[in-house]
């Protein structure tokens, strides 16, 4: 997890946890296994571990990466699922969503200004975004972000 007094996290720096979910063996990844909340996100992780275009990638879990966005005027955190390192050197952040909704968009919103601030700032790489609403997107979209 990110120290507040450390705000830059690495995976190769994370701690040992331990989860009674099931998980899934990485191999293109500092952290060993994937925790699999959902079917769809092991078949995403399997996707990336079969992927020329991703040579990294973490599921967003006690990594501390969030995105902090309004919602019913109130200040909330959103954790996009997964960050990928693409064979481009792309960043991308992505969430899984089965459906949408106006709190959904309210986290794309802030999350697309994030990566609009972090690119301008520069100095952390090129990061770019996206959603998957449907299994099926998961090759489509890696193929759109890396270039392929």
């Given at each position: 997890m990110i120290k507040t007094d450390s705000p830059i996290g690495m995976t190769g720096q994370m701690r040992t946890w331990y989860t009674s979910k099931p998980t899934l063996r990485a191999t293109k990844s500092h952290i060993s296994h994937v925790v699999g909340d959902s079917a769809?996100?092991?078949?995403?992780?399997?996707?990336?571990?079969?992927?020329?275009?991703?040579?990294?990638?973490?599921?967003?879990?006690?990594l501390g990466f969030q995105i902090h966005y309004l919602w019913g005027g109130s200040r909330r955190r959103f954790l996009p699922d997964f960050l990928?390192?693409?064979?481009n050197g792309k960043t991308l952040a992505l969430e899984i969503k089965g459906e949408d909704?106006?709190?959904?968009?309210?986290?794309?919103?802030?999350l697309a200004e994030w990566v609009a601030a972090v690119n301008a700032a520069g100095g952390f790489g090129e990061w770019c975004w996206d959603v998957v609403f449907a299994p099926h997107e998961i090759d489509d979209i890696i193929s759109l972000h890396a270039g392929a």
């Open positions: 769809w996100e092991g078949y995403t992780a399997n996707t990336f571990e079969a992927r020329d275009e991703v040579l990294a990638y973490a599921k967003n879990d006690h990928i390192r693409l064979w909704s106006p709190q959904n968009q309210a986290k794309r919103d802030a």
